[in-house]
């Protein structure tokens, strides 16, 4: 299994980016998969969870994100992705694509500053 993510950066509060995570190593439409996060000095949260197909590709979101953040697949092309509105600096983490059970992508930094 193999979580590969991208799109990180610096952007001004108010401003959007999008995440994507290529995945490998198994079959990407039969799993859930998930977005976390880790603030410096926090425990790491989850921020967004899609289901698999045959959960309907339901979702699921953190409070602190709801109505900003959207989270999507396309399983033709084993991606995941986060999309982020209206960011604030609070939003500034390390963000981790997640697959059950305890696969972790390496990470990308988000920062959210002016």
């Known amino acids: 299994v193999q979580l590969v993510e991208s799109g990180g950066g610096l952007v001004q509060p108010g401003g959007s980016l999008r995440l994507s995570c290529v995945a490998s190593?198994?079959?990407?439409?039969?799993?859930?998969m998930s977005w976390y996060r880790q603030a410096p000095g926090k425990e790491r949260e989850l921020v967004a969870f899609?289901?698999?197909?045959?959960?309907?590709?339901?979702?699921k979101y953190a409070d602190s994100v709801k109505g900003r953040f959207t989270i999507s697949r396309d399983n033709a092309k084993n991606t995941v992705y986060l999309q982020m509105n209206s960011l604030k600096p609070e939003d500034t983490a390390v963000y981790y694509c997640?697959?059950?059970?305890?696969?972790w992508g390496q990470g990308t930094q988000v920062t959210v500053s002016s």
């Open positions: 899609i289901s698999s197909a045959g959960g309907g590709h339901s979702t």
């Open positions: 190593g198994f079959t990407f439409s039969a799993y859930g």
């Open positions: 997640y697959r059950a059970s305890n696969y």
